[in-house]
């Protein structure tokens, strides 16, 4: 397995703060201004003056929130600290998504383990409502123990998903070969607390222990720089070309290596290489990549 200490290695993918203007959303750390409980009851708690947010869930009910404001491109980032113990059947979603039958999404969800396992990190992109593009990982902490960053890079040629600034998944802009692309619908930030034992650990074999309840995931350092929506169009559409640097941002050289990095030592599964799945061909995204 690669040294750890390639993580102590300063991440280039950046967003450039000088092109940051009124139509750009620059929020961080206050969740009473930026999202709202939207299920669960008292499940879900906006603590410490709107620096902490909590989800629980029992044998009633999870619970889960939503941003206040929709996004067309951006970066954002999100602290979280997963389910600890037994969380065997219980799956935290952190994931951004658009609406309708044909919505856009791109998903984080964390699924919980019996106690001593490790936690599976299993992504997805949805575009014009497909989705199955499923990518898994390990990672290469214990995310129970503290707090870790979670962020996604959304622009015009690739979504990009990190943990603690690490690259962990590129989803590139391949609508030249008929792969579609999230650009048009903008999307809300959304997490949930919920029951899934009826696949989420090791395909549902694992059920929910209901004498571990309630379970608990937590959230701060909330952050985002991106085009928010003021009305029907996004805020900063007219003005794109301005922000051309930021929206053409790519991983440099290192971000490649680390990506590289983390797909050798931790993914341990790849819908691009799983042949059984796609008898007569895999998707064009994969056959472009391979």
């Not at 620096?51 to 602290?79: A, C, P, R, V, W």
């Not at 909330?222 to 009305?231: D, G, I, K, T, Y």
Request: hydrophobic fraction near 40%; proline fraction near 6%; aromatic fraction near 14%.
């Amino acid at each position: 397995m690669a040294s750890l200490s390639l993580i102590n290695v300063p991440f280039l993918l950046v967003i450039s703060l000088s092109i940051v203007t009124s139509s750009m959303v620059a929020s961080a750390n206050n969740f009473y201004q930026d999202f709202d409980i939207t299920w669960g009851g008292s499940r879900g708690k906006i603590l410490d003056n709107g620096e902490l947010l909590t989800l629980s869930l029992d044998n009633i009910s999870g619970s889960g929130f939503q941003s206040k404001k929709e996004y067309l491109f951006g970066k954002i980032d999100m602290q979280l600290k997963l389910v600890p113990g037994n969380s065997a059947g219980t799956v935290t979603a952190y994931y951004l998504s658009s609406i309708g039958p044909i919505h856009d999404e791109i998903d984080f969800e964390f699924l919980g383990n019996l106690s001593g396992q490790p936690y599976i990190l299993h992504t997805n992109v949805y575009t014009q409502g497909k989705g199955e593009r499923e990518q898994q990982f390990y990672l290469w902490f214990e995310p129970t123990a503290d707090f870790h960053t979670y962020s996604v890079h959304w622009n015009p040629s690739a979504v990009v998903f990190s943990v603690d600034t690490i690259p962990i998944r590129v989803f590139k802009n391949l609508e030249s070969i008929g792969v579609a692309f999230p650009k048009t619908q903008p999307m809300r930030l959304y997490s949930s607390l919920w029951n899934a034992d009826e696949w989420a650990t090791r395909g549902g074999l694992v059920k929910i222990d209901w004498t571990q309840a309630p379970f608990m995931a937590s959230y701060r350092g909330f952050s985002s720089s991106a085009c928010s929506l003021a009305s029907a169009k996004p805020s900063c559409v007219s003005s794109m070309p301005n922000y051309s640097p930021w929206l053409s941002e790519q991983l440099d050289p290192l971000g490649e290596r680390r990506l590289r990095w983390v797909e050798k030592n931790y993914m341990i599964y790849n819908y691009c290489t799983d042949a059984k799945r796609f008898p007569q061909g895999f998707p064009p995204e994969c056959r472009a990549i391979s």
